[in-house]
């Protein structure tokens, strides 16, 4: 009997190490399952774009719906701002994972150490910002600014336009008495009905309505660009998210490139498209929309460069962080390798 329990207990226990072992195979291929799981997943549930009413490929892309088309399974959820400044405080506090700022708040983001990369360049400005001033203000040149009131909005492409413009002609705005008050595009245009300024340095479509109004454009970004004061617009990305989803980024600045295409190759349904995003009409949308340079991928390499080959944008950063240092605007301006390394070069190799 004792010999029989021994054999008892010993089947016994042959079989619970059986029994352990299945099970302890089976959940370590749950897990690795589970793990692959994990790292296959290469898309969000939610994508957060920041962006603003420009004419460009980013808000052709939003009105034709193309990133819904391309990803119709992830939430897409457009987040509307006045400024780069909005977006730049935006990205700090990390409500979204996509942005469209100018150059100006760009290089102060990056200054700033905010937790971005720049992907993509959407387009050059021209005429889509310009100083236009009131009927009846007297004003015919930047000279004749003296004493008068011009809105902006500071820390912007628009902002540092102006600025640069008078540091073209000489003119010191305190000196001249000329003041310059921060306002977003909304309140520029509703300070400008009440006659509580002379004259705006602002963007579309806030531009055209000013023109409507009898307004008169002196100066705009596209005469500065002759002179080699560029500015432009770009979009930044989440350090984290552009690590975590780099397939969504590139997957991003395809639906780009296809907007900026369509608009090439249909300008005159893209600007019916857009007149609604606009406020404007298809006609004034189209003339808008030519007052900027749209870049498409094939367009990225020259101005991103590479590492120890800087392209055309960093250094444009650096020339605005060098003139918004010089305005107290900033601290002091990082040097030309910081913005070499703020943009997200290795897409466009």
């Given amino acids: 009997m004792n010999l029989q329990r021994k054999q008892n207990w010993l089947w016994l226990f042959i079989l ?15 897990l690795g399952k ?44 457009w987040i ?38 720049i992907y993509y360049l959407h387009d050059i400005i021209g005429e889509s910002e310009a100083l236009v001033a009131k009927k009846g203000s007297g004003i015919k040149s930047l000279k004749d600014l003296k004493g008068k009131k011009v809105a902006t ?16 002609e000489k003119i010191d705005p305190k000196k001249e008495g000329i003041t310059i008050l921060d306002m977003q595009a909304p309140d520029i245009d509703a300070a ?25 454009r002196i100066i705009s970004s596209k005469d ?3 002179k080699g004061i560029i500015t432009g617009e770009f979009g ?41 995003e ?3 009409s298809p006609e004034k949308s189209l003339t808008t929309m030519k007052q900027i340079i749209w870049l498409d991928a094939s367009q990225q390499t020259k101005y991103f460069g590479s590492p120890g080959h800087p392209g055309k944008l960093a250094h444009i950063l650096k020339d605005t962080a060098n003139f918004m240092a010089a305005q107290k605007d900033i601290k002091s301006a990082p040097n030309l390798d910081t913005y070499q390394q703020a943009l997200l070069s290795n897409l466009y190799k």
């Fill in 16 to 30: 619970l190490m059986i029994f352990s072992l299945i099970t302890g195979c089976s959940s370590q291929n749950t």
């Fill in 34 to 77: 589970q793990k692959d799981l994990e790292t296959t997943d290469k898309e969000p549930k939610e994508i957060r774009l920041g962006y603003q009413v420009s004419p460009n490929g980013e808000l052709l892309a939003k009105a034709l719906g193309l990133l819904e088309k391309k990803y119709p399974n992830i939430k897409i959820s």
């Fill in 80 to 117: 509307k701002f006045d400024s780069g400044r909005d977006v730049n405080n935006a990205m700090a506090s990390g409500s979204i994972d996509f942005g469209l700022v100018g150059t100006p708040p760009g290089s102060i983001g990056i200054a700033d150490k905010l937790p971005y990369k």
């Fill in 153 to 168: 909005t500071f820390s912007s492409t628009s902002h540092y336009s102006l600025l640069k413009a008078l540091e073209e």
């Fill in 192 to 216: 400008w009905k009440r006659n509580d300024i002379d004259a705006a340095y602002i963007w579309q479509p806030i531009q055209t309505q000013l023109l409507q109004d009898g307004g008169k």
């Fill in 224 to 226: 500065l660009a002759k």
């Fill in 236 to 276: 930044v990305v989440n350090k984290n998210f552009a690590k975590k989803y780099p397939g969504i980024v590139k997957g991003y600045i395809s639906v780009l490139d296809k907007a900026v295409h369509y608009y090439h190759k249909q300008p005159k349904k893209s600007a019916n498209v857009l007149s609604k």
């Fill in 278 to 280: 606009l406020g404007l």
